[in-house]
């Protein structure tokens, strides 16, 4: 049984996290994009480490930008050699500690309609469908499924 700590991203960890995304999705967010996410402050960006590892090897990650009325879920992903041990979970669990005196704003997020493990998760952690954004995905245009979690759900 390997140890994961959860902890905020540095910019350190900008390697792990492009290999981890390009190994993850068909159209990868740039160096920049995730640069410009770590800088914000009203951004929440956060990373599963494996601490049995020499070095603490980033095992996925959880970026989420406050808006007037959600927390948007960005991006999220778990390194193919670490999925199924719950690792999606503990960074939406976290998030949802850290923004829990947050009465006023639930979660969104956008999910291929095509992608039924993650919405399978999302809707074990009270997640539900919204709404369809058609065509959202640029690699096949591939619909979205709009998702939101009220507040304290």
Known sequence: M????????????????E???????RTPWSRSMFAGELAKPSSICLGAFDVDGE????????????YVDAWHVMNIAVDPEHRGRGIA?????????LT???????????????????????????????GIRRGYYTDNREDA?????????
């Not at 390997?2 to 996290?17: C, F, Y």
């Not at 290999?19 to 999705?25: A, D, G, M, N, Q």
């Not at 005196?101 to 493990?117: H, I, K």
């Open 55 to 66: 070095d603490g090897t980033l095992a996925g990650y959880l970026v989420v930008s406050r």
């Open 89 to 97: 979970t503990m960074l939406l669990e976290r998030l949802f500690e």
């Open 19 to 25: 290999e981890i995304e390009r190994r993850s999705y």
């Open 100 to 130: 829990s005196d947050d009465v006023r704003r639930g979660y969104t997020l956008e999910v291929r309609v095509s992608n039924a493990t993650a919405i399978a998760l999302y809707e074990r952690l009270g997640f539900e469908a919204r």
């Open 2 to 17: 390997t140890t994961i700590e959860l902890r905020r991203l540095a910019l350190g960890d900008l390697t792990a996290i």
């Open 145 to 153: 499924l709009i998702m939101w979690k009220d507040p304290h759900d």
